[in-house]
T-cell receptor, first 115, second 114 residues
Framework: GAVVSQHPSWVICKSGTSVKIECRSLDFQATTMFWYRQFPKQSLMLMATSNEGSKATYEQGVEKDKFLINHASLTLSTLTVTSAHPEDSSFYIC???????????FGPGTRLTVL | AQSVTQPDIHITVSEGASLELRCNYSYGATPYLFWYVQSPGQGLQLLLKYFSGDTLVQGIKGFEAEFKRSQSSFNLRKPSVHWSDAAEYFCAVGNTGTASKLTFGTGTRLQVTL
């Protein structure tokens, strides 16, 4: 299957700072990328969907000004958590899909801890 | 709105025993259904998916799932579990006939005893 990477795999930051997480499709062109948030022992919750070159579509309840998503190329999407607070601590997972959109390929996730 | 229910939070089976993980969905049209496995430190890996056709779907690692429209179920099965199958398993339903906007169940953690 296709490979999706995330960087960093874990990050610790101080409250009030911003953190950028990268999601890359390594061996295919990802026309659509998805960002999920997973709380401990819970399911994945879709945060937003981004198409290359377009603004992201956010799910209800997700603050677009807090979670900035950029999908500037067919292989890279970034999620920036702005002015992070302890309640933003979570496991963030990205996935990518090609034009046929019949399968999402998931990255290994990024664990964010905000102190 | 679509939803997925995985009734079993945690299941323990002995190595070599059979396994069935339950998944019930709610979706207005013909659902696109997926089973993923998540191991620590690794991304979600697709085990199998159902779009249409034969309701018994074969996947990787010896897993299979059966789509039962009358029961709104898509249960995952394996005839003989291996210790390496211990992981978190997620059932998901896709929107509008694609893999977009996946709605996940809460997951079932599988523990395998030797």
């Amino acid at each position: 299957g296709a490979v999706v990477s995330q960087h960093p795999s874990w990050v610790i930051c101080k409250s009030g700072t911003s953190v950028k997480i990268e999601c890359r499709s390594l061996d295919f062109q990802a026309t659509t990328m998805f960002w999920y948030r997973q709380f401990p022992k819970q399911s994945l919750m879709l945060m937003a969907t981004s198409n290359e070159g377009s603004k992201a579509t956010y799910e209800q309840g997700v603050e677009k000004d807090k979670f900035l998503i950029n999908h500037a190329s067919l292989t890279l999407s970034t999620l920036t958590v702005t002015s992070a607070h302890p309640e933003d601590s979570s496991f963030y997972i990205c996935s990518a899909a090609g034009r046929r959109l019949n399968e999402q390929f998931f990255g290994p996730g990024t664990r964010l801890t905000v102190l | 709105a679509q939803s997925v229910t995985q009734p079993d939070i945690h299941i323990t089976v002995s190595e070599g025993a059979s396994l069935e993980l339950r998944c019930n969905y709610s979706y207005g049209a013909t659902p696109y259904l997926f089973w993923y496995v998540q191991s620590p430190g690794q991304g979600l890996q697709l085990l199998l998916k159902y779009f249409s056709g034969d309701t018994l779907v074969q996947g990787i690692k010896g897993f299979e799932a059966e789509f039962k429209r009358s029961q709104s179920s898509f249960n995952l099965r394996k005839p003989s579990v291996h210790w390496s199958d211990a992981a978190e398993y997620f059932c998901a339903v896709g929107n509008t006939g694609t893999a977009s906007k996946l709605t996940f169940g809460t997951g079932t953690r599988l523990q395998v005893t030797l």
